[in-house]
């Protein structure tokens, strides 16, 4: 049998978490699937999927099969993009994760440039704000935002992120505007879960930065369903401003406390560390940074970003991975 494709297919089957959805993946039929997975269990001449109706789990030979097969399909794809590399011309399939609002907002509208302006690459971009394994999930690339913990990934530098408190006009005529920080304990504050900090608000003003633990009803794991709740005049809410900047714009939001600052991120490119980078990774990276990347990226053009011009004496702490590329 054909070894290296039953590893694709093993590797597909567990990442898919069933052999249905890895059918639908690799374009084959789930009779296939599970027929390669057989043989593959008949040539090993070990179990490495424990079945049931309800969920598939790895047996221990399972586990350890699966690192080996992901080392193997990785260096695979390494060799693949070395002679890539030499044909000048970028090409191949190439596999991105992205945060679900920022990735709606600003990546999504750029594919059809790229796609257009590379026609040998095909994209699959998966939206997700939960933190995804490259290399075990084999992503080329993610674009992350905030803090980037220590590893083996490359950084590259795609634009600054800032954050603003904000609510409707009409949510403050009737609970009133906060005059200070600690008046954030009179209104309800909305909170996005996949922050680290979530209820915790930390606001730095010309003499100090004041933390407050804020209270409130609801609770989301996605930025444009908070927004969403901030434009329903539900409360008061932190935002990104490549989220909220057209309604910033447009007077439906407005600032509120916008004499201090949050904290400020930086929306990275971040990619797996290769001795060749392939050129369909550095094509895009390349491209979006182009279109976005700057100082003051596009979406902030035209707010009064006025507590940036502030000096500040406190800092928060910067963004850290290994190795960062500017």
Not at 41 to 46: A, K, N, Q, R, Y
Not at 157 to 174: D, E, Q
Not at 214 to 224: C, K, P, W, Y
Not at 275 to 285: N, Q, Y
């Amino acid at each position: 049998m054909n070894q290296f494709g039953a590893l694709a297919i093993f590797v597909a089957v567990v990442e898919s978490n069933g052999f249905a959805a890895a059918a639908r993946k690799l374009g084959l039929s789930k009779s296939a699937v599970s027929k390669r997975i057989t043989q593959l269990e008949e040539h090993l001449g070990v179990q490495l999927l424990h079945r049931s109706t309800r969920k598939l789990s790895l047996t221990e030979a399972g586990e350890r099969y699966l690192s080996r097969a992901i080392e193997a399909l990785n260096a695979a794809q390494e060799a693949e993009d070395s002679v890539f590399e030499l044909q000048g011309s970028p090409k191949g399939q190439l596999k991105i994760s992205v945060p679900m609002s920022f990735g709606r907002l600003h990546i999504a509208p750029l594919v059809p440039e790229f796609l257009s302006n590379y026609p040998g690459i095909s994209i699959n971009m998966v939206m997700e704000d939960r933190v995804m394994d490259l290399v075990g999930e084999g992503f080329d690339l993610a674009i992350r935002g905030g803090k980037l913990a220590d590893s083996s990934l490359i950084a590259r530098k795609i634009a600054p992120c800032h954050n603003l408190l904000v609510a409707t006009p009409a949510y403050l005529k009737k609970h009133g505007t906060p005059e200070t920080v600690s008046d954030l304990h009179d209104h309800n504050c909305l909170h996005y879960v996949y922050s680290k900090d979530s209820s915790e608000w930390v606001l730095m003003g010309r003499d100090e930065t004041v933390s407050i633990q804020t209270t409130g009803n609801f609770l989301v794991n996605n930025s444009e369903a908070l927004m969403t709740a901030i434009l329903g005049n539900c409360g008061i809410g932190r935002l990104t401003t490549f989220t909220a900047s057209e309604y910033l714009k447009s007077g439906e939001l407005v600032q509120v406390l916008p004499d201090y600052r949050l904290p400020q991120q930086t929306m990275y490119a971040v990619y797996p560390e290769r001795k060749h980078l392939p050129a369909k990774v550095r094509a895009f990276i390349d491209f979006i940074i182009d279109k976005i990347g700057k100082d003051k990226p596009h979406w902030d053009a035209g707010i009064n970003l006025r507590s940036d011009r502030m000096n500040v004496k406190h800092s928060h702490t910067s963004q850290h991975v290994p190795a960062i590329e500017e």
